[in-house]
């Protein structure tokens, strides 16, 4: 790519005095009994909830009642030092407006603090240009050629997290904004009150380029806006519209009951109701968009109609229309006479779904057994984890899957095909003082990510229980290799 002449617009006279003030200072300053420092971040002295004993340039962490942050990381600096020789780095973006025209710059700072006070170095970054006609951004790049630093055209309008600069540093945790309502003509109605720094550069860009940014941010769709921000996308909203009806294709008076739903909702909903037009609003809670819920809706529909579907889901505490469609495939594969009512909506549903899954599971011969048993032996050390007081145990025979679904009542014992077919692992939660007692299960994708985690009938889900939410956090990134294994329980 070839490189491109860029504006020059010079910086903000206050520029320098804002960062002394604004900088996150990761240094507090002690007295040498250590009864007392100085917060830098608020400039004023802080007795701390206990004595404080560090040696001078030493770093830990704090709990600062000065600042906003309770934990802080810090290095401590004796009185009799104070800042000198100590730096500190940083990202600012800088706004400035030329009649129509918005200009932004991103720079690097580097405080070095000396005798005398203070002194500011500034690199610049990347720079912006927004109005209505064009939204460019450029990006410095190393260019072998001349052997330095040139700005060339970027593509994507964002904030550059790693860039390059005279300092060696190439990791800017903090990004302060300056001037951000110094904004030109053409974006005199953004508000950058709810967007956080890192998304101010793709806002206003969207912003001047969907009219439909400014209406749904005017409208209170916020968390629509957040997932369209962090690079969420909707096959199903025309971003260009200004009307509710146009920017949704559908009727003003449901479009105004979106703004509880992230963007991802939002799709699955559309898509369904293009498909099914009787589909509600209110039904979405049965919907945990993942992905092929067009399909299942679509095989339970053959036996009865969308609003006989979804009232049995609530009569039943049914939480999710997956576990609803894999009965119907279970009545299915068995040979059940699918006209009879009382098969199709059983009066206990989760002891019937349960009764259904061991009788499948029981059809399996010995070969498949044989197979299935070797094959989670070979992926026990790889899902086996430990967090805390929870066991994470993957399934090992066909007998424990029928157990599980049994003490659980609910279907995991018809899962032995998927896992033999490698599209899920299943994996028994425990507690460690009860380690062969159910509960919780767990399914995990072949991308292991998380595809459904119950307790018993399916009526709590492990996400919506901190203790497990916690663990299965840890679980997720232990299985796709940043974390250790615990040790395994006997």
Known sequence: MKTVKHHNIPRPAGLVNYILQNAEKNVVVTNQRNDFYFCLNKNKKIKPYYRIRRTHNEEDYIHCNGCDKKICKVKFKHEQYGMKNETEYGRILWFARRGKTTYAQLEIFEINYTKNGAEVLLVDQAKYKLNREEQLIWKKEWEYSSYSYEYRLGKKMSIPKFGATCFGLYRYETLHTYNPKCLGTDLKYANLDEIGEELTITYLSQFLEYPSIEVLQK???DKILKSRLNGQGCRNINWRQTELSKIFKIEKNIAKQFKDFELYELDAFLAIRKKFKDFKIENMKFIKCSGDYITKIEKCVEYMSIDSLFNYLKQQNILNVSNYYDHIIMLEELGKNMADKKLLKPKDF???????????AELLDKGKAKIFKAKTALLADKYYFEYKEIIFKPVSTIKELIFEG?????????????????????CFIRKKDEPDVPYFTLEISKRNE????????NRISGLEVPEIKEALDEYIKFL????KKGKKVA
């Open 406 to 426: 049994k003490i659980l009542n609910h279907c995991v014992g018809s899962y032995a095909d998927k896992i033999l077919r490698g599209d899920s692992m299943i």
């Open 219 to 221: 409208l209170g769709y």
């Open 480 to 483: 796709k290799g940043t974390k």
């Open 350 to 360: 989760q002891k019937e779904h349960a009764e259904l899954a061991a009788e499948k």
């Open 450 to 457: 998380i595809k459904q985690c119950y307790g018993f009938g």
